[in-house]
């Protein structure tokens, strides 16, 4: 079946580091992939469409500069937290669709900032 | 705008008895509707979904669900509850036209199973 890869699965840095968390579709190719942000024990929140090609589209209240969004391939995105700080510890989620009106999403990466 | 209402952030129940996870939608379009199971530091598992057709829709592991459009609901069941069905659950709404694949995730119910 369709597969979402996602890399590192865990990280830990400083505060004013920057980490990039990818995302790869292994078996199919993603025009459109997503980032989502999971706080403990919360809902999924959608951060930002990324958009092979083109800028990545970000919903409201998410910083742009802050979450930099890169869709280098049809099977590659990347998501990367600059001068990351303790509040952007999370878990970070892609998804990204097969087709047949479906998501599927990686096993998410878990950020901590020290 | 589309959202969705999961009710009961956490359900009990015992060993073998039925599952019932409340999910309640709102759509401006006819709705695309998910459930998916989250496990322990992992991502989400698709159990189910439905787009059109059938309303009752099966999924993997013994759930399924029913699309009702007059209760705007789509509630997720399973007759016998299993250890392992202990988890997460999201039921998700897809927003705008089919193939956006925007998704509006309820806030999640934690399903305990009980020995």
């Known amino acids: 079946g369709a597969v979402v890869s996602q890399h590192p699965s865990w990280v830990i840095c400083k505060s004013g580091t920057s980490v990039k968390i990818e995302c790869r579709s292994l078996d199919f190719q993603a025009t459109t992939m997503f980032w989502y942000r999971q706080f403990p024990k919360q809902s999924l929140m959608l951060m930002a469409t990324?958009?092979?090609?083109?800028?990545?589209?970000?919903e409201q209240g998410v910083e742009k500069d802050k979450f930099l969004i890169n869709h280098a391939s049809l099977t590659l995105s990347t998501l990367t937290v600059t001068s990351a700080h303790p509040e952007d510890s999370s878990f970070y989620i892609c998804?990204?669709?097969?087709?047949?009106?479906?998501?599927?999403f990686g096993a998410g990466s878990r950020l901590t900032v020290l | 705008a589309q959202s969705v209402t999961q009710l009961g952030s956490h359900v009990s129940v015992s060993e073998g008895a039925l599952v019932l996870l409340r999910c309640n939608y709102s759509s401006s379009v006819p709705p695309y509707l998910f459930w998916y199971v989250q496990y322990p530091n992992q991502g989400l598992q698709l159990l189910l979904k439905?787009?059109?057709?059938?309303?009752l829709v099966k999924g993997i592991n013994g759930f399924e669900a029913e699309f009702k459009k007059s209760e705007t609901s789509f509630h997720l069941t399973k007759p016998s509850a299993h250890m392992s069905d202990a988890a997460e659950y999201f039921c998700a709404v897809s927003v705008g036209a089919s193939g956006t694949y925007k998704y509006i995730f309820g806030t999640g119910t934690r399903l305990k199973v009980l020995a």
């Open positions: 990324s958009n092979e090609g083109s800028k990545a589209t970000y």
């Open positions: 439905y787009t059109t057709g059938a309303t």
């Open positions: 998804s990204a669709s097969p087709g047949a009106n479906v998501l599927t």
